[in-house]
């Protein structure tokens, strides 16, 4: 996957010019979009592109179709950190455990129709 | 008037017709995935395109030829398509050059034909403007990064933008009697154009070449090629369903 090959030999030019890594040029960028009427952005999923803007448009052809009204936000892969699975048990099941952090045990006053 | 109103139409849908043709070829063979894509989507928005202006053309002629039939059933010298849609894709920089003025030639011409007495004619614009200012906007940012980009791709752009410019002014011949006079269009066409060609650090080629015809039917060698490929179906079963 790192080596762009030549596709078909009546492509002019550059015989042995030498070829960089799709990453170097290419690299992935994930895609997030909000819908019309939707009210969050959502991830849809990555493409590659050299740019933000030619990710954009790329982002727009892939996952919108052009549909208007919606908006994208396309991110460099590499700028995203992820929660490790290893320290899921670390991270998540503290807080299942110990109950008082949810709010559950309280009585909603009368009155208060919008909580 | 009408029969003038049908020879407009015509080219315009014939113009549509035969950019998509040609940015069929593409697929499969764009130097990006995603730009792959992207030449399909708008090789689709141009077939649309040519879809609606070929069936009012059929329309306006009353005889009964609907959009299957003027797109499969004539030949060369009876397209009236502009010889910029019909030439060779090229390298990517040709293609690119040739869908950058088509698409500065269209935007404005649908942008026009919106506000036309024509209720149809407007309709279309109105739908196929929208397309165009993102061909237009695709097409320009790939002018920009081949010739603002290494030596290699800034030769090959200059290359195709020379190669391409003298089809450009055959799109602007005067035509009065069109619901919109082509020749108007000409100094929009440069303001979009020539920023563009700045900024990618290309010169703009001169005016001395300026073949023309294709809107007489006179077109060059490669339309009839194009014509076989697109055409071969529905002349071995004239008459078929699909």
Redesign the interface.
Known sequence: MSERTERGEGREGMPGQHRVSTEQHTPLWEVFVRARRGLSHTHVGSLHAPDAELALRNARDVYTRRQEGVSIWVVPAAAITASSPDEKDAFFDPAADKVYRHPTFYEVPEGAGHL | MSADLFDFVLGLGDDALIAAQRLGEWTS?AP????D??LA?IALDQLGAARLLLTYAGELEGAGRDEDALAYLRGDREFRNCLLVELPNG?FAVTMAKLFFLSAYQLPLYDALAGCGDERLAAIGAKARKESA?HL??SS?WVRRLGDGTE?SHRRMQEAVDQVWPYTHELFAADPAAPVDPAGLRAGFEATVEPVLTEATLTRPGDGFTPGGGRQGLHTEHLSFLLAEMQVLHRAHPGARW
């Open positions: 063979r990006e995935m995603e730009e894509i992207a989507n390298d993102y906007d695709h940012l290699e």
